[in-house]
């Protein structure tokens, strides 16, 4: 489906709501803005396959733009706030963008990455300063009827670059009409019951992957987009009963957050309008993921892929209360577990998890980052380990990456993270391997604490005995640090290259 009969057929039906500002945008605004945005592309003389890269907060535009980019067969290009300019530059070449569009508020952090961005054109989206021109003036002159030449387009959107520059992910533009069936589209409804009816939360920023994906996917299916600009733990629990939340999609970071509120605040609010509670990005940790079922009841579903989109998992709040930990099975792709040797290994067996039969994607102008996310039979992998259990359920281990060895044993920190955040003082945590010139590597625990509690040598002690109990020796920390927070991506994921880095480096000093 495609948001445009929802013009025709319901015009006034709010599209998105933007609670921060207070602002609505109908499906028949959405559909002017989207076909006069349209209109200015080709006038800039964008191309199927050319490139819009966005800069932008969370605002109605971001949604007005992608639209427009979708029916003229471009690839579109969210660009992270939290980047520097010289990253921005960097993309912006490596893309091969021919126009950027940037929030009023970074606007000088526009200004300050285009001249290094290879005579990409600038835009602001209300407003005009030096050389960046006003988007919505110059969309106003064109009509809001269809431009006569329309395509698909898809994005390209670049990893979080945990190592290195970000790479683009560029998949072949789709080849069928405009209201072509997508594989979130298909989960969306199939799975979580997403339609018309629905009254979708957006809790991440809009520039990554799975966010932007599933609030467009809502608009496919007709429903209305609630967008936080930020995330905020009781501020959703207020969206939610505000505005009859009936989906949303969140991270494990949003659910500790959530579960760490005072009980009388967490017992303020009405949910009872949740039809499905969908999460990805991360593991959760099982005590967590119980406590939000416990709390919301069984529609609290799971997904495992990631912006290459080359497979999918997923399983329900039932499976999952079957099997404790999973990511669920293949709903896009076939799962492979790959061994030492590069063989297939059974059921039960620990190695690195691949995707065959999926979609294709290539990391944009890098062949060689492209063959090694391959293997000798094209099977693609996001580099994470984990295995298969009887019925073909995925339970992932960690990332391969991540991996600690220490005294010749391989252990996984994602494993002790789970547990430290089940403690009542932990907010947060992450685990790394630093260097040991007798084990080779020993386990650092750094840590954030809830607002109040300052850690000590008691306290590392008391967290030592809480992991020991749990997993045992071997997993446990041999030192604890304290942060007063950890670098995560607004979508919950951690940057655990930069504190490895950082942690690594000290010993060097």
């Known amino acids: 489906m495609h948001p445009r009969p929802f013009a025709f057929s319901d015009p006034d039906r709010p599209a998105i709501i933007l609670p921060a500002t207070g602002q609505t945008v109908s499906y028949s605004q959405l559909e002017s803005a989207a076909n006069r945005g349209a209109h200015l592309l080709r006038a800039l003389g964008c191309v199927r396959g050319d490139v819009i890269a966005l800069l932008m907060d969370n605002e109605a535009a ?11 067969g471009l690839y579109l290009t969210s660009l992270s706030t939290k980047l520097s300019a010289a ?6 070449r490596d893309s ?3 126009i950027l569009v940037a929030s009023d508020r970074l606007a000088p952090l526009a200004q300050a990455a285009l001249p290094e961005a290879n005579g990409v054109q600038g835009y602001l989206v209300d407003s005009a300063i ?29 990893s979080s670059g945990t190592t290195g520059r970000p790479k683009g992910v560029k998949p072949p533009l789709p080849d069928g009409p405009l209201d072509a069936q997508t594989a979130l589209e298909a989960m969306g409804a199939s799975l979580y019951g997403m339609g018309q009816d629905s009254i979708y939360l957006s809790t ?3 520039y990554h992957a799975a966010p932007l994906r599933w609030a467009m996917t809502v608009h496919r299916l007709g429903g209305t987009v609630v967008v936080m600009d930020r995330f905020d733990a009781e501020e959703a629990l207020a969206l939610i009963q505000r505005y009859h939340i009936t989906h949303g999609t969140w991270v494990p970071t949003h659910f500790v957050r959530l579960l760490k509120l005072p009980d009388d605040v967490r017992t303020r609010y009405d949910h009872a309008s949740l039809r499905a509670v969908i999460h990805a990005a991360a593991p959760c940790p099982v005590p967590v993921k119980q406590a939000m079922i416990d709390w919301w009841g069984p529609i609290v ?9 080359c497979g999918i998992t997923a399983l329900s709040a039932a499976e999952w209360l079957a099997r404790p930990g999973s990511v669920g099975r293949a709903v896009l792709g ?6 030492e040797n590069g063989q297939e290994v059974p059921a039960g067996a620990t190695g690195d998890v691949y995707f065959s039969d999926g979609p294709a994607f290539a990391y944009h102008n890098d062949p060689d980052k492209t063959a090694a996310a391959h293997n000798d039979k094209g099977w693609a992998t996001l580099g994470d380990v984990g295995h298969l259990d009887i019925d073909g359920y995925l339970f992932l281990t960690d990332r391969r990456s991540f991996m600690i060895i220490s005294g010749g044993v391989n252990i996984y920190p994602q494993e002790i993270e789970n547990i430290l955040v089940t403690h009542p003082v932990v907010a947060d945590a992450a685990v790394i391997g630093v260097p040991d010139d007798e084990m080779g590597e020993n386990i650092l625990a750094i840590v954030q604490l809830v607002e109040n509690v300052d850690g000590s040598e008691a306290l590392s002690e008391e967290l030592t005995r809480f992991v020991r109990t749990a997993l045992g020796g071997v997993k446990t920390p041999r030192r604890f640090v304290y942060r007063d927070d950890l670098p995560r991506e607004p979508t919950g994921k951690l940057m655990k290259r930069r504190l490895m880095d950082e942690y690594r480096a000290v010993r060097h000093q």
């Open 62 to 72: 971001i949604f007005e733009l992608s639209w427009a980019a979708q029916r003229v």
């Open 87 to 92: 990253d921005i530059a960097y993309i912006l």
């Open 96 to 98: 091969g963008a021919r």
């Open 130 to 158: 030096g050389p960046l021109k006003n988007w919505a003036t110059s969309a106003a002159r064109y009509p809001e009827t269809p431009i006569p030449d329309e395509s698909a387009g898809t994005d390209m959107l670049y």
């Open 204 to 206: 991440s920023p809009l």
């Open 301 to 309: 579903h799971e997904y495992y892929s990631g912006t290459e989109c």
């Open 334 to 339: 076939r799962v492979r577990i790959v061994g």
